[in-house]
């Protein structure tokens, strides 16, 4: 895009600067006839006299109080009559003799006797108190009227610019703005100007030099800028060229940005949540500490009633056996002595109230008391609780420090996106859009996985040119190839259609001729083999020096070639081409072209067997499932599916559409659906023969041959001894005695060969 974008700007500044060149001539041609007509003007007009300036201040105030005597001027004799008087302020009078009437310059009043004063050529005119009128008898009148007009432009004023107009009209310059005519007209009348005065006219001069060596100078740096100018367009484009990089190189940057800043804001996310529930926990283990402490007053006060509930029953138990023999000693001593008994219930008066004394003091210092035990395991639990909140308390510091880092970075994220935004908005405003290059697969034959393919990691430049080669078939990197090919020589390794010593030139051929070409080939090949008694193909390169003799001639045979094997180089990512050299290399099977050839024939005759221009859907399928008994129902859906998609005719499926080529040469998407399905299906087959194998390096004919009656019993055997031929590189009479080969090469022989399963999976 930038260089497109170049090119147009370089062919709009190349256009402009001939327009103004043409333009230029042309205001050089007029100014060359304008001052071919001047100049002779110049030379036929008589000498010129040059009058002194009347309205200087000098002739009005001068000092001197006698009579001047008479001025010699230039062209003038100083005797000469008439002559004019001015008369100073103060009374003197200075003497002027007047020129010639044939000495004067054109387009001034030549009128004898009277000099052009201002405004002396306006009509009906008034003058002012200290205007002059001159006569030829040398008699000044001065007119004492007041001025009530307006005072005109003198004669010869009137005339310079009626003739600047004239030239200006004459010469075709714009009204306004800058112009070398409008310039070159003022400097013709400037000219005048100076000529006329010849007092003024060395001052006058040099001005106009001066003026006129700034203007050369100006146009001198101007040239000497244009230089600088394209140099700056080209900087400015490196310079965008530049930024675009560092632009792409930082897009990958900000994505990656934009993903941490995702990742982190999640993993504040989760760090929240994580402080939720463990607030959460903290909330309901509090709960519980509440309800486990109300349960230990519980327990606690029920303790103490059982604690005084024991005492009270131990002190019964203790006091009974006390009260028994006191009520034996009562009731044997009856009639006892009095003051012992006294005595003695006294004594049990003071056991009470000291025992009563002791329990309650314990009740008062023991009530609150827990067992040790129970302690114990609540200062556990407490202690658990407290490293727990600790420990909680301690992350919940750091994740709020991280939280702070998070919101700072976050902050410079956003900062850093708000900038990218405007950036991007500017690039919107002032860049080249960017193409969405993925729209090109919905003209390049493949569709998306083709596009995807050829496009990986280039740039726009390089995808232009795939595009162009995918859409006119010509690759434009072959503009860069040279003019001619070098010879690979005459040795007998060299293809016949390739031995030359020398430079082949080089036709530089397209996609399209290519594809012609080598299905020009197939068609000649094909009926060829066919008429061999032997039974045998022609190889293939023995045969394609035989077709570029009969098409091109035996003098173009090496140039065809040679630009044959250069086509197929450069169009190797088309699979056709690809192919095609891959088998004059001797490195794919030719039965492989054949095998699929004959099966596009043999379905496209079962269809047209149904009719001959358009089939339905169901017949459709019919034929498929005749044709292609190994066939997965899901195979068999997709080439239907595919087949809809091609046809023309929405009603029914168009028979021509299916096997059609269009201007180019490409295959129609059903032809390129089957091919694609039968390489998978050969892929398939020939990964069940590498399992087959146990995994063993080197492979013998005998165990290729077991394996694949193993796998596909209904294999025919020339179609097995053609198989171990072309895997063994030898003849299929050969075949059983061949040398033993490394199972990697071996199963690479068998992905280039024609080998597809005969039989139903077993």
């Known amino acids: 895009s930038f260089s497109n974008y170049f090119l147009i700007k370089l062919l709009t500044l190349l256009a402009h600067r001939r327009s103004n060149v043409l333009l230029v001539a ?141 030239e200006l009209r004459a010469l075709d310059c714009p009204e306004r703005g800058p112009s070398d005519l409008r310039l070159q007209a003022h400097r013709e009348v400037f000219e005048y100007l100076i000529e006329d005065f010849k007092t003024y006219k060395p001052l006058l001069s040099a001005i106009k030099n001066e003026y006129e060596k700034m203007l050369a100078h100006q146009r001198e740096q101007l040239r000497d800028l244009e230089p600088l100018k394209s140099m700056l367009v080209t900087v400015s484009e490196e310079c965008d060229k530049k930024i675009m990089l560092i632009r792409g190189q930082e897009k990958q940057e900000i994505v990656d940005l934009k993903g941490e800043n995702a990742a982190l804001y999640r993993k504040l996310d989760e760090m929240k949540s994580d402080k939720l529930s463990r607030e959460t926990q903290i909330d309901k283990l509090r709960d519980e500490l509440a309800a486990e402490y109300q349960r230990y007053k519980t327990e606690s006060d029920a303790r103490k009633i059982l604690v005084q509930d024991l005492n009270e029953m131990r002190y019964q138990h203790e006091q009974a056996p006390l009260a028994q023999s006191a009520n034996d000693q009562a009731q044997e001593g009856q009639d006892g002595d009095p003051v012992i008994l006294k005595i003695a219930l006294k004594k049990a008066r003071e056991n009470l109230t000291a025992t009563s004394n002791a329990l309650n003091e314990m009740q008062a210092n023991y009530g609150d008391v827990i067992p040790r035990r129970d302690f114990e395991n609540l200062t556990k639990e407490y202690q658990d609780f407290r490293d727990s909140m600790d420990f909680m308390q301690k992350d919940n510091k750091r994740l709020m420090k991280e939280m702070e880092a998070l919101q700072v970075v976050h902050k410079q994220v956003v900062e850093q996106r708000d900038q990218f935004y405007i950036d991007l908005e500017t690039l919107k405003r002032t860049a080249t859009p960017r193409p969405d290059w993925n729209k090109c697969s919905n003209y390049v034959e493949g569709g998306l996985a083709k596009w995807k393919e050829v496009s990986v990691e280039k740039s726009s430049d390089q995808l232009v040119d795939v595009l162009l080669s995918e859409m006119t078939g010509a690759d434009l990197s072959s503009f860069e190839h040279a ?180 201007d180019q040469g490409d295959m129609s998407a059903f032809i390129q659906t089957l091919r694609t399905q039968r390489v998978a299906e050969q892929l398939m087959y020939i990964d069940e023969i590498a399992n087959s194998l146990n995994g063993t390096t080197t492979v013998a004919p005998a165990d290729l041959k077991k394996s694949l009656m193993t796998i596909d019993p209904e294999i025919k055997s020339d179609a097995l001894l053609s198989c171990l031929a072309w895997t063994y590189s030898t003849t299929p009479e050969k075949a059983g005695s061949a040398e033993t080969m490394e199972t990697d090469k071996l199963i690479q022989r068998l992905r280039n060969s024609s080998v597809y399963r005969h039989g139903p999976k077993l």
């Open 26 to 166: 042309k205001q050089h041609r007029k100014i060359l006839r304008v001052q071919k007509t001047t100049l002779r003007s110049k030379m036929l007009a008589p000498k010129a006299a040059i009058l002194p300036p009347i309205g200087d201040g000098k002739y009005h105030r001068a000092e001197r109080g006698h009579v001047a005597d008479v001025v010699p001027w230039e062209g003038l004799d100083s005797e000469q009559k008439p002559f004019y008087v001015l008369e100073a302020n103060d009374g003197s009078k200075h003497k002027y003799a007047l020129p010639p009437t044939d000495s004067l310059k054109p387009y001034v009043d030549t009128v004898s006797g009277r000099l052009d004063t201002w405004p002396a050529h306006a009509t009906g005119q008034n003058y002012s108190e200290n205007a002059l009128q001159i006569r030829k008898s040398g008699r000044e009148h001065a007119q004492n009227t007041e001025e009530r007009k307006t005072i005109l432009k003198p004669k010869f004023l009137d005339n310079l610019e009626s003739f600047l107009r004239k």
């Open 483 to 662: 003019e001619f090919f070098q010879g690979r020589g005459l040795d007998d390794d060299v293809p016949r259609y390739l031995r030359f010593d020398g430079q082949v030139r080089n036709r530089r051929l397209g996609k399209h001729d290519t594809l012609m070409l080598i299905k020009d080939f197939w068609r000649h090949k094909v009926p060829s083999d066919s008429k061999r008694e032997d039974g045998k193909r022609e190889p293939i390169n023995d045969y394609l020096y035989q077709y570029l003799c009969e098409r091109f001639g035996v003098d173009s045979v090496i140039e065809w070639g040679y630009n044959l094997i250069d086509a197929c180089q450069r169009f190797n990512f088309d699979e056709r081409i690809k192919e095609f050299l891959l088998m004059l290399q001797g490195e794919v099977d030719e039965d492989v072209f054949h095998q699929f050839y004959r099966e596009t024939q043999l379905l496209r005759k079962a269809i047209m067997q149904v009719n001959d221009e358009t089939v339905s859907k169901t017949e459709m399928l019919d034929v498929f499932t005749t044709n292609y008994p190994l066939k997965t129902e899901q195979s068999i859906n997709q080439l239907l599916i595919v087949a809809e998609q091609v046809s023309t005719n929405k009603d029914a499926i168009n028979i021509n559409d299916l096997f059609h080529e269009n």
